[in-house]
């Protein structure tokens, strides 16, 4: 029976077992009154997690646990633990130090063992190596020395010094109204705190970063900008968590020992010697992947079956593939900085092949490898479920794709680009 049921159900039952002179319509009120505290007072105490748990709770968060993952732990349902980090936005409060000017715990306890013993103020200063008003309105405002208690003082002190003070945009009206105005035409946070700096170069007070605005649309107990320029955003969600966020705190472009692609010899850049190669995964559905590396020179393409996306599967995938090339074709690989590719030691130790990595949010720097999983789609249209294409039908495509002529080459076949490249360095 459900807690709604029960609750009426036993209310009812005293109000007939007591005499008394209301009707049934008046005891039915009283019950309507009565009951909605009832199981609002239940369901916050179900509801309720200690200061521990809530911390653990947006270490969860931050480590990309999923809302059911996080409301098992604590033996909570999944609506339970999305209301409680909506109440924030998703963005974890910052956790509280204590400053180290303040009196201790076993300060205060000093302070009270010096009061039992009669110690004067001065005293009492002297020993713990404070200022005596220091010490005189430590005891003063904690009830003095009949009342004071070391656990009371330490705990009241601590409430006490919760002093929220207001954000940037609460105290600057004009930068408000331009951010305001700029969420309604569908600026992102980024483009609004970039425009301003630009827009007002000598005028320190009319810049706000973009993490600033979007604390101010996602907590809403800031009172700042209003709940409903959220559907400016471009992803219109109510609670915010970083793409990049892991559980060991590094962003997901992160890769380590990673050489970046500014660090690449100037035979890359300008693609006149075959061997160079660009990779990246093309996504389908049921997260299924393709794996897929484009010779910079000839625009020559290669398609490789991953069943998964994690990096061993992708490493060992690649190396089996890349050592089948000729040694003249095997010179370097640029990867984006998924993941998937981030065990390149290990990939460069089994084919001899340096790895280098585009910058993060950077497509522009890969336009080969992009333009063409773009003439990839023509075959695997976006939604596809991918695992079920083979190897052998991966390499039907591939060959397909190699013999069709390119305009950025003259119209000349990826195919035979690579052949004459690799007969002329023969």
């Known amino acids: 029976m459900s807690l709604h049921t029960d609750c009426y159900q036993q209310l009812r039952n005293e109000l ?13 009120h009283l019950i309507g009154m009565i009951f909605p505290k009832v199981v609002f007072m239940a369901q916050g105490k179900r509801d309720r997690l200690s200061a521990e748990q809530r911390a653990d709770m947006w270490r969860r968060w931050k480590a990309v646990e999923s809302l059911h993952e996080i409301g098992r ?43 039992a013993s ?9 020993g713990l190596q404070r200022a005596s008003s220091t010490v005189s309105r430590e005891v003063a405002r904690h009830g003095g020395r009949p009342l004071y208690r070391a656990n009371e003082a330490d705990s009241q002190a601590w409430e006490s010094a919760l002093r929220p003070k207001r954000c940037l945009l609460a105290n600057r009206v004009n930068l408000r109204t331009i951010v305001a105005s ?25 810049r ?22 959220i559907q400016h955003l471009r992803s219109k969600r109510l609670i915010r968590r970083s793409l990049h966020s892991r559980a060991d705190g590094q962003s997901r472009g992160q890769i380590v020992d990673a050489i970046s692609i500014r660090e690449r010899p100037a035979e890359i850049e300008d693609r006149a010697i075959p061997g ?26 290669m398609l490789v079956k ?23 074709l ?58 079920g294409y083979s190897q052998s039908d991966l390499d039907k495509v591939a060959l397909q794709l190699n013999q069709r002529p390119r305009k950025t080459l003259g119209f000349e076949t990826p195919a035979s680009k690579l052949q004459a490249s690799v007969a002329s360095i023969h």
Not at 208 to 219: A, K, N, W
Not at 342 to 358: D, E, G
């Open 306 to 328: 991953v069943p998964s996306k994690d990096t061993a599967t992708v490493v060992a995938a690649f190396s089996r593939h890349v050592r089948k090339l000729p040694a003249s």
């Open 182 to 206: 700029k969420l309604i035409l569908n600026w992102s946070p980024e483009q609004i705190s970039g425009w301003l700096k630009e827009r007002y170069p000598n005028n320190e007070s009319m």
């Open 16 to 28: 007939a077992e007591k005499p008394c002179r209301l009707n049934w319509s008046m005891q039915h």
């Open 73 to 115: 732990a604590f033996g909570k349902g999944h609506g339970s633990i999305r209301f409680l980090l909506t109440q924030r936005g998703g963005i974890a409060p910052a956790a509280r130090r204590r400053s180290p000017r303040t009196l201790t715990l076993a300060e205060r306890e000093d302070i009270s063992r010096g009061i």
């Open 276 to 301: 160079h190669w660009e990779g990246d995964l093309l996504a389908g559905s049921r997260n299924s992947h393709i794996a897929t590396r484009v010779e910079r020179h000839s625009r020559f393409t």
């Open 330 to 387: 095997r010179r370097s690989l640029t990867w984006d900085r998924g993941l998937e590719m981030a065990k390149h030691k290990s990939f460069t130790v089994a084919t001899n092949v340096q790895v280098f990595f585009f910058d993060p949010q950077s497509p522009w720097q890969r336009g080969t490898n992009e333009n063409t999983n773009g003439l990839l789609r023509q075959y695997f249209p976006k939604k596809t479920d991918l695992s």
């Open 208 to 229: 706000v970063s973009h993490e600033t605005i979007y604390r101010s649309l996602f907590i809403q107990a800031r009172g700042v900008l209003k709940k409903e320029l």
């Open 118 to 126: 009669g110690s004067s103020i001065r005293e009492i200063a002297k």
